[in-house]
């Protein structure tokens, strides 16, 4: 199975950045889509930011011109670069993606246990 491990999330002032990072292990052939997902508390999980295994991305308007994702397919992770950060940012970031299984060849769908991103004013 693949086991996805998010880290870089802390707390930032307004107007800050983080970087956060995903990292894929376990038994992977490759992966395809990976994307950042966000919770804040009382509302539903959103997509933040995707993208494929080629390399094109889509983002929530939200976030469009502040949040750039990237992937390095040969460390199997994804990044989230998070600039001019707000309060409304806040929430946990979840990882996720997209990967065949070594031994059916289904593709299937992990999440990672999430990173708190902490926005104060």
């Known amino acids: 199975q693949v086991r996805l491990v998010e880290s870089g999330g802390g707390l930032v002032q307004a107007g800050g950045s983080l970087k956060l990072s995903c990292a894929a292990s376990?038994?992977?052939?490759?992966?395809?889509?990976m994307g950042w997902y966000r919770q804040a508390p009382g509302k539903q999980r959103e997509v933040v930011a995707s993208?494929?295994?080629?390399?094109?991305?889509n983002y929530a308007d939200s976030v469009k011109g502040r949040f750039t994702i990237s992937r390095d397919n040969a460390k199997n992770t994804v990044y989230v670069q998070m600039n001019s950060l707000q309060p409304e940012d806040t929430a946990v970031y979840y990882c996720n993606a997209d990967a065949p299984d070594t031994s059916t060849f289904q593709s299937r769908n992990y999440w990672g246990q999430g990173t708190q991103v902490t926005v104060s004013s």
């Open positions: 376990g038994s992977i052939f490759f992966i395809n889509d």
């Open positions: 993208i494929t295994r080629s390399g094109r991305t």
